[in-house]
């Protein structure tokens, strides 16, 4: 008899272990995993500054509006967000964007990734390539000699960045050429270049191309009137002006030279 008892509160006591242990293993459940096909209602990227710029990060230029989803009909509380914020699209034009859901209640559900969603697209406008310091670096050219191509002076300088990434490679790898490079130049004057590059608005600008003169001795057939008593040289401006009639070139290329006897000449006779 004493046996039977002994049995039997063994198997109870063994029977409220097993209760005891029961809810320790239901509160340590896998949370449920979701899915796309959990989302009944996609979100919207919207522009925050009605335009996406191409050179823009995401998070900067985008915000994800709404979206829902679901889990045998009841709604999971969470919200959608780029995978990586701080990503740029890799062109303009239209653009899928990379994606994830949060769940509130990570504990219950676990989220899920999309990338390059296309229920979610978004449009990038190109850009326009700015001055990385057009005070200190603008765009120049070499001189030529009159009656050259323009393709035989060469452009350098006038560095052009990205204004909303100004580390992009692509903008940075490019350089100015000439619109026309066939054009024949005769004379000193302002000529069109530009700045072209894939995903960039094309930029131009009028660079000043310098002719090569030889240095040439005219006689000038007209000068002022010189006041009696005074120094050739006191007349140079009013000379160099006479002598910009007779040469085809611009004024850095005019210079007046008076030998020491010449400038000091007195005009002593009307």
């Known amino acids: 008899m004493k046996t039977k008892s002994k049995k039997l509160l063994s198997l109870l006591l063994a029977f409220m272990m097993m209760l005891s242990v029961v809810p320790m ?6 949370p449920i995993a979701l899915t796309t096909s959990n989302v009944t209602e996609w979100p919207v990227a919207t522009p925050k500054n009605d335009t996406v710029y191409y050179g823009q990060k995401v998070g900067d230029a985008l915000d994800l509006i709404g979206g829902k989803v679901e889990y045998n009909g009841v709604t999971v509380d969470g919200h959608f967000e780029f ?3 701080s990503a740029i ?3 303009f034009g239209s653009n899928r964007a990379n994606i994830k859901f949060v769940p509130d209640d990570t504990s219950a559900y676990t989220g899920f990734e999309k990338k390059r969603c296309g229920n979610v697209k978004f449009d990038v406008t190109k ?3 700015v001055y990385a310091d057009e005070a200190n670096d603008p765009v120049v050219a070499t001189k ?3 009656g050259s191509k323009l393709s035989s002076s060469v ?8 204004p909303y990434n100004p580390d992009e490679p692509k903008v940075l790898a490019q350089t100015w050429y000439w619109v026309d490079e066939t054009t024949i130049v005769n004379e000193s ?3 069109e270049a530009s700045f072209s590059v894939g995903n960039y608005n094309q930029v131009f600008a009028q660079v000043y191309v310098g002719v090569i003169v030889d240095i040439v001795e005219s006689e000038i057939s007209s000068i002022p009137t010189i006041s009696y008593g005074t120094r050739l040289s006191n007349y140079e401006s009013a000379i160099f002006a006479e002598c910009k009639k007779h040469l085809n070139t611009g004024d850095e290329n005019i210079r007046l030279y008076f030998s020491e006897e010449d400038s000091n000449t007195m005009f002593n006779v009307g």
């Open 83 to 85: 995978i990586d914020p």
């Open 25 to 30: 293993y239901a509160s340590a459940a896998d």
């Open 155 to 162: 452009l350098s300088g006038g560095k052009m960045i990205n």
């Open 144 to 146: 030529v000699e009159a």
């Open 89 to 91: 699209p890799t062109s």
């Open 189 to 191: 004057g302002y000529y």
């Open 127 to 129: 850009t326009t390539p």
